[in-house]
């Protein structure tokens, strides 16, 4: 069973950064994509950024691009996402998930759908 483990969340002041994680364990095809994904209040979630696994690709929302970095440790099964300059829209509920289609999945930042979820963290920025 494929299971997500977000961590690192937590209130802020902007302008400062902030790391969150996904531990990922029960993974067992060869390669996938994993990506971080928010949800304002009031809003649809939304891809932030994507990284697929066996080659490093990576994809981001534009509204990120610059100050958010995707990365991951495959010998921990651990993937990051750095937020460097964050401001009070990047205020969420950040949740990782993975998707087997890692090609498809980069390309278009998740927005058809992942196939396992983890429950999220909150990341809350003050102005």
């Known amino acids: 069973e494929v299971q997500l483990v977000e961590s690192g969340g937590g209130l802020v002041q902007a302008g400062v950064s902030l790391i969150v994680s996904c531990a990922v364990s029960g993974v067992t095809f060869d390669d996938y994509a994993i990506g971080w994904f928010r949800q304002a209040p009031g809003k649809s979630r939304r891809g932030v950024a994507v990284i697929s696994r066996n080659n490093g690709a990576t994809n981001y929302e534009d509204s990120v691009k610059g100050r958010f970095t995707i990365s991951s440790d495959n010998a921990k099964n651990m993937v990051y996402l750095q937020m460097n300059n964050v401001r009070p829209e990047d205020t969420a509920v950040y949740s990782c998930?993975?998707?087997?289609?890692?090609?498809?999945?980069?390309?278009?930042?998740?927005?058809?759908?992942?196939?396992?979820w983890g429950k999220g963290t909150l990341v809350t920025v003050s102005s």
């Open positions: 998930a993975v998707d087997k289609d890692p090609v498809f999945t980069t390309r278009t930042l998740g927005a058809y759908g992942m196939d396992y």
